[in-house]
């Protein structure tokens, strides 16, 4: 039996100087995160669009080990994408003592945490992901959406630790979002909470793959700032000259890290360009904080790469559209700090609760 180091003796839930948390919280904190929680390291999967990327993830968020794979295409059957989680993991558990193996997965995960409903990159419908893996694999398997395995990663180890009511938002092609409410990552009722980048922001605006118009991912996004200034330079405007200049005059290769490179050389242009998606970001976050009253917001995803220029002008908008403003405390809004490797982190951390409880379940039986 392998010695079981509670992150409770490390004193979680028990920091002194924050004198508005309250016992209840306190307590309530503890069996979230009790004693018995492992140190022990566990295995995180972050399925993504193109790559499937497998870590060993330590007790204190490290990653250890990653290896990569492709992710098979959207037309392969649920079981080449299992073969590829299969055949990464027994990889990582011949070199590494692990013990369970979470999964995040871009796609709706049920109330249960075991069916993956749909996942847009592949060909998962209502598809028993967990039951499928941990019969084949003999861990105990845990599958995560995506954006609710990158909050609990920020909130455990990055920029939302301690945060009480925290909302993390992913600008990636879209806008992942997910809630971590004392300790626990909310997920609603079916498990499908923290789709903001669906709520409607512009009546009849721009047309979103989720079927509507106007969702706020069509207006603060790396695939909004794509359109944008590819929009801008077929326009053939002058304005958009420096930025057609970056690709040889090829509209098509204009990408959002070229946005936010020529934004940060200075380039106006690029620099406006950035200044919208952030500004949509603000108001959407103000929305949020209207429904929802969060301490901090986290924003993660490949476009929070540009910093400042997306975060200045999301904090203005912030600002100007929140509800009660002058009169109430403002959420901050911070810049994530895991990066790209939050979903695994997270994944592999949420994966630990199950390692902990399968151990107790052996160890129960053993003293029968
Ligand atoms: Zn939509």
């Known amino acids: 039996m392998p010695a079981l180091l509670g992150l409770g003796q490390r004193g979680l839930g028990q920091r002194a100087g924050r004198p508005h948390q309250t016992d209840d919280y306190r307590d309530r904190r503890r069996r979230t995160l009790p004693a018995g929680v492992l140190r022990l390291p566990t295995i995180g999967i972050d399925i993504g669009g193109t790559k499937v990327v497998a870590g060993v993830v330590s007790g204190e968020g490290t990653i250890v080990e990653q290896l990569r794979a492709d992710t098979p295409d959207k037309s392969k059957s649920p079981k080449v994408v299992e073969d590829v989680i299969v055949e990464l993991v027994l990889e990582l558990a011949d070199r590494h003592d692990v013990h369970a193996v979470g999964i995040g997965a871009a796609g709706w995960v049920d109330s249960d945490r075991s069916r993956v409903l749909f996942a847009p990159h592949l060909n998962w419908r209502d598809e028993p992901l967990r039951e499928a893996l941990s019969d084949r694999l003999k861990f105990p398997v845990v599958v995560e959406n995506d954006a609710n395995a990158a909050a609990w990663a920020e909130w455990r180890f990055g920029a939302g630790r301690d945060e009480d009511l925290l909302v993390m938002i992913t600008l990636g092609t879209g806008i992942g979002g997910a809630l971590v409410r004392q300790g626990r990552v909310d997920r609603g009722r079916f498990g499908l909470a923290g789709e903001f980048g669906h709520m409607q922001v512009v009546p009849g605006g721009h047309r979103c793959p989720c079927g509507n118009r106007g969702c706020w991912e069509q207006y603060s996004s790396g695939n909004a700032l794509v359109r944008e200034a590819r929009e801008l330079a077929a326009a053939e405007s002058p304005v958009a000259q420096p930025l057609l200049a970056r690709v040889g005059g090829d509209v098509t290769a204009i990408t959002g890290p070229l946005v936010t490179e020529a934004a940060r050389a200075g380039d106006p242009m690029a620099v406006e360009l950035l200044h919208d998606i952030g500004s949509w970001l603000g108001v959407g976050l103000a929305n949020l904080a209207a429904a929802l009253d969060p301490g901090r917001f986290v ?70």
């Open 299 to 368: 924003i993660g995803g490949g476009v929070s790469a540009a910093g400042d220029l997306l975060l200045g002008p999301a904090q203005d908008a912030f600002r100007r559209t929140l509800t009660g403003r002058g009169f109430r405390p403002e959420a901050q809004i911070v810049p994530a700090a895991l990066g790209n490797e939050a979903g695994l982190i997270g994944a592999a951390d949420l994966a630990r609760a199950v390692a902990r409880r399968f151990r107790t379940v052996k160890r129960s039986r053993a003293e029968r």
